[in-house]
């Protein structure tokens, strides 16, 4: 309910995967119907939201629900310039006792090169490594591709913006600034008697 109010506030398209379709057990009618509920309208009911019958683990379906999301994106006509600055979202990020920061990065638009310097809400750090999402080691990473970076100072928030900058100073001043400001909005102003 969370993710569809907030697809909704956005206005935004959403595409459903309807997972787990492969067990016996499985209902796909009944989730649609639980869906829409919420206001989403199956096509084939004569609505307007894309779902998908899917499987994870044998992934019948998957093939559908590559096509709508292309589709989707000509229609919508969503493009990403390669050549911009880095920058997208934080999904996850932790803090592996071995291994330092590791943070799954989102790149919304342009390209993030190993080696670049970024800014993630209050962390900032120099790309050392970056992993695909079959855990091999790439250089670059391009629009709409999710990697894991290792090379932060810090966890940054999921959901956190992201983005390349010049070198390390210039992040440290981003970061100082907006520790700044963190400060004056977090302490109330006395009034005197």
């Known amino acids: ?27 796909p009618t009944k989730t649609m119907q639980q869906l829409a509920a919420h206001g ?6 004569g609505g307007d939201t894309a779902m998908c019958p899917v499987s994870a683990i044998t992934g019948e379906g998957i093939p559908d629900l590559l096509e709508n ?3 989707l994106a000509e229609v919508s006509e969503l493009k990403a ?3 911009a600055p880095a920058r997208g979202r934080v999904i996850e990020a932790r ?40 855990g091999e080691q790439v250089q ?6 999710p990697v894991e970076c290792f090379g932060l100072s810090e966890p940054p928030d999921a959901g956190d913006l992201f983005y390349t900058v010049k070198n390390l100073k210039v992040a440290k ?19 005197q008697v």
């Open 1 to 27: 309910e969370e993710a569809i109010n907030h697809s909704k506030a956005a206005k935004v398209p959403i595409v459903v995967a309807v997972n787990k379709c492969d067990l016996v057990e499985a209902n």
């Open 40 to 45: 989403l309208q199956p096509e084939e009911w």
């Open 69 to 71: 999301l292309s589709v």
């Open 81 to 83: 310039n390669p050549l």
């Open 95 to 134: 803090k592996d006792p071995n291994r330092g920061v590791i943070c799954t990065l989102l790149v919304e638009e342009g390209t993030l090169k190993r080696g670049d310097t970024v800014v993630a809400g209050m962390a900032l750090g120099r790309v050392r490594t970056m992993r695909d999402h079959l």
């Open 140 to 145: 670059n990473a391009t629009p709409a591709t």
């Open 173 to 191: 001043d981003v970061i100082s600034d907006r520790k700044v400001k963190l400060r004056e909005t977090a302490t109330p102003e006395r009034k």
